[in-house]
C-alpha cells in the first residue's frame, strides 16, 4: 500500500472552507484514494472515495491531479461539530483482504 | 438497517487473562475486519474474516484471534494479555473487496 503524508493538525473558523492535502508519491496504477474522518471514542466514518479528477457528495469534495500522487479533501463551510481527525488512505480493491491502512490522520479544529 | 454494534463498551483486566470482544455486522455485509486504535493514533489493522474464514491478516502475534459466525457476527479473542493490549479495539463490516468498511463504536480495553 501507498504511504501517506498529510499535515499533523489544521486550524479553522465556522464558515471557512477546509482543504486538508494528502501526498502519496508511489501510488499504484490500481490504488484508490479514501478519506476517513474520526470523532473521539467513536470508529472512523467514511467520507468519500475517488480514482482520479473530482469527486464529490453531500459531505465533501475530493480533488485528485492527473499524476496522482496528491489529493485534496474540501469541506465547505465547517461548523464546530467538523472538529475531528481526518485520515487519507491509498489501496486497490482485491479478494485477498481489503486491509485499511491508517497513518496518523490530521486533526482538524474548527473554532466559533 | 442496524449499524455495527459492539460489546462491551469498557472492559478492564488483569495481565495475563484472556478477553473476548464481540461484533455485530451491519444488515447485508459479508465481511468483518478488526483494529486495534491507541490512544493517539490511527487504527491498526488486526485481521479480517470472509465466509467464516480469515481473509487477510496484519503484524499480530498469534494471541490475537477471531471468528466470524453463519450471521456475520464476530469475535476478537485476546489471550496472555499485555499491558500494551490497553486500546479501543474497532470492528468494521463491509461488502468483499470494499474500501467503504462501516465500523461500530469499538471497544475500549484497559489491561492492569
Known amino acids: 500500500l501507498a504511504k501517506t503524508t498529510q499535515p499533523i493538525s489544521m486550524d479553522s473558523y465556522e464558515g471557512q472552507e477546509v482543504n486538508i492535502t494528502c501526498s502519496h508519491n508511489?501510488?499504484?496504477?490500481?490504488?484508490?484514494i479514501t478519506w476517513y474522518q474520526q470523532f473521539p471514542s467513536q470508529g472512523p466514518r467514511f467520507i468519500i472515495q475517488?480514482?482520479?479528477t473530482k469527486v464529490t457528495n453531500e459531505v465533501a469534495s475530493l480533488f485528485i491531479p492527473a499524476d496522482r500522487k496528491s489529493s485534496t479533501l474540501s469541506l465547505p463551510r465547517v461548523s464546530l461539530s467538523d472538529t475531528a481527525v481526518y485520515y487519507c488512505?491509498?489501496?486497490?480493491?482485491?479478494?485477498?483482504?481489503?486491509?485499511?491502512?491508517f497513518g496518523g490522520g490530521t486533526r482538524l479544529m474548527v473554532k466559533p | 438497517e442496524t449499524g455495527v454494534t459492539q460489546s462491551p463498551t469498557h472492559l478492564i483486566k488483569t495481565r495475563g487473562q484472556q478477553v473476548t470482544l464481540r461484533c455485530s455486522s451491519q444488515?447485508?455485509?459479508?465481511?468483518v475486519s478488526w483494529y486495534q486504535q491507541a490512544l493517539g493514533q490511527g487504527p491498526q489493522f488486526i485481521f479480517q474474516?470472509?465466509?467464516?474464514?480469515?481473509?487477510g491478516r496484519g503484524n499480530f502475534p498469534p494471541r490475537f484471534s477471531g471468528l466470524q459466525f453463519p450471521n456475520y457476527s464476530s469475535e476478537l479473542n485476546v489471550n496472555a494479555l499485555e499491558l500494551d493490549d490497553s486500546a479501543l479495539y474497532l470492528c468494521?463490516?463491509?461488502?468483499?473487496?470494499?474500501?467503504?468498511?462501516?465500523f461500530g463504536p469499538g471497544t475500549r480495553l484497559t489491561v492492569t
Open positions: 475517488g480514482y482520479k
Open positions: 444488515s447485508g455485509h459479508n465481511t
Open positions: 474474516y470472509y465466509r467464516e474464514e480469515e481473509n
Open positions: 488512505l491509498v489501496g486497490a480493491y482485491n479478494n485477498a483482504g481489503n486491509m485499511l491502512t
Open positions: 468494521a463490516s463491509s461488502f468483499k473487496g470494499s474500501y467503504e468498511q462501516y
Open positions: 508511489n501510488i499504484a496504477t490500481n490504488d484508490y
